[in-house]
């Protein structure tokens, strides 16, 4: 299999290429980040994507039954036999009519790919599955990220169930959401809380992750982009094979987003997809970099020759007006996308769109999705606000067939859920510092009722 699948930097100009033998996250040359690259025509490739309903009957078969290694093929950096697994991917695809209206789409038009579902309940599990793999080949024995709270999730889950090795976890001092930060604990990773937010914990913890030689699993972790395809593989699984017109994602680190991008220009080039679905990515306002690069600066992939000059001038300019990511979706409340280019080559591949959505708009959404049940965590629900967007501008049609990515679980954040229903904005802006929540309008509010049973009758019956 060695043979058949190397990493190669995705600079044009550069374009070396390495061992899948080799722990790396950036390319040593230029420093620009690295794809897993395969030689498919010496690989099984499948004559049709419906191949892969003969696994179905094979969930005994923990690797089959994961909904990550069913697809192995479109995946193949090892052997089956060799891939960790903890039953993560048993996700959903629901067809979501009352969102579908807040949207402004015809009722049977929007779907939501409920990736909450998975065992440390956000998307990040499809991913990790795919690094501990590569890391256990390596033979590492302490795995490290920084994180905004899900992937520590995640990674503190894997190592917690697997026992392969320890979970090294790299957090800012700035918002975490509760249910993040109580599964790295509950799960035993050691838990480093360094002074600083997410962009300051990202440059530490590669830092010391080269320096003690520990495996790094942030999304720069080519690997674990591979199993982030497979998100698309369960949407087109559930759709019958068929393409929609649109995904939609909320975009931090630009991970997902990138890995989207691959597996759809995969499957076309292989011949087992006839079009490409359209990519919007959507960021948080206080948090918009690829808003601004791509959709103000008209920065482009430009077959892998971005603007790095413009780019570059981008964050220098950030750095001097000291410019900190800041909404209330935590988990995108990343300036400094590690993925950036490669989410540039995903647009280009997809069409792609970026729009930046608010706070107020994003709750809201959250709301609307809560509503029609399972619901996320509020920086998934950017993904619904940004449809909407999208559907207003006239850019997706009501017709079209779209899909949201809700990328984390409802009961991840609570606390942000419950301050929306009580219908108290205040508490926006003193518990949760957060300025850009002003209104509740979907507020489903706890009724206060004396314990009298006349009382409470009417108010059940009001
Ligand atoms: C990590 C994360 C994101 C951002 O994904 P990227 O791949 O970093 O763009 C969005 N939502 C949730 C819930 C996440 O955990
Ligand atoms: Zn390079």
Redesign the pocket.
């Known amino acids: 299999m060695a043979d058949h699948v190397f990493q190669k930097c995705i600079n044009a100009q550069c374009a070396a290429t390495f061992s899948v033998d080799e722990t790396r996250t950036a390319c040593p040359s230029c420093g620009n980040l690295l794809d897993v690259c395969y030689d498919w025509e010496k690989l099984p490739i499948p004559q049709n994507l419906s191949y892969f309903e003969k696994y179905w009957s094979e969930r005994n078969i923990p690797q089959r039954f994961s909904g990550v290694w069913r697809f192995q093929e479109m995946l193949p950096f090892t052997d089956l036999e060799k891939c960790v697994t903890i039953g993560e991917g048993q996700t959903l695809l629901q067809n979501a009519p009352c969102v579908a209206k807040y949207v402004g789409m015809k009722p049977d038009k929007l779907f939501l790919q409920y990736e909450g579902m998975n065992p440390s309940g ?3 599990d499809n991913g990790m599955v795919a690094a501990i793999t590569h890391a256990k080949l390596m033979g590492a024995t302490a795995a490290a990220c920084a994180s ?4 520590s999730a995640s990674l503190a889950l894997y190592c917690g169930y697997t026992r392969l090795m320890k979970a090294i976890i790299f957090i800012g001092s700035g918002k975490i959401a509760y249910g993040k930060l109580s599964q790295a604990l509950d799960y035993g990773a050691k838990t480093i809380q360094i002074f600083g937010d997410f962009d300051d914990a990202m440059n530490r913890v590669r830092e010391v992750s080269q320096k003690l030689g520990l495996y790094l699993v942030n ?1 720069v972790n080519p690997f674990r982009l591979e199993g ?1 395809k497979t998100i698309m593989y369960r949407i087109l699984e559930a759709l019958n094979w068929e393409v929609p017109d649109w995904i939609v ?10 890995a989207f991008g691959k597996a759809f220009f995969e499957l076309k080039m292989l011949g087992l997809i006839k079009r490409i679905p359209r990519l919007a990515v959507i960021n948080a306002h206080g948090a918009n970099t690829l808003f601004q690069l791509y959709e103000k600066e008209g920065v482009r992939w430009n077959e892998g020759r971005p603007d790095r000059a413009k780019i570059q001038a981008f964050f220098e300019q950030m750095n001097r007006e000291n410019r900190r990511a800041s909404t209330l ?1 935590s ?2 409340e ?1 300036n400094r ?1 590690v ?1 950036l280019e490669k989410c540039l080559r995903a647009l280009s591949w997809c069409d792609g769109v970026v729009r930046e959505v608010d706070d107020q708009e994003i709750v809201d959404a959250k709301s609307q999705i809560g509503a029609n049940g399972l619901g996320c ?1 509020p ?2 629900a950017a993904s619904v606000a940004g449809a909407k967007k999208l559907r207003e501008e006239g850019i997706i049609s009501p017709a079209e067939r779209v899909v949201c990515i809700l ?2 679980h409802q009961l ?1 954040d609570p606390v942000t859920t419950v301050a929306y229903h009580s219908a108290d904005a205040t508490k926006f802006q003193e518990t949760l510092g957060c300025r850009g929540v002003y209104r509740a309008d979907f507020a489903n509010s706890p009724l206060p009722v004396e314990n009298d049973l006349e009382k409470i009758i009417a108010a059940i019956q009001e």
Do not use: C, D, Y
């Open positions: 956000s998307f990040k905004t709270g899900n992937t999304s982030q994602v909320p975009g931090g680190n630009l991970g997902n987003s990138s979706a988990a995108i990343i996308p993925n965590e920086a998934s990328t984390g991840k």
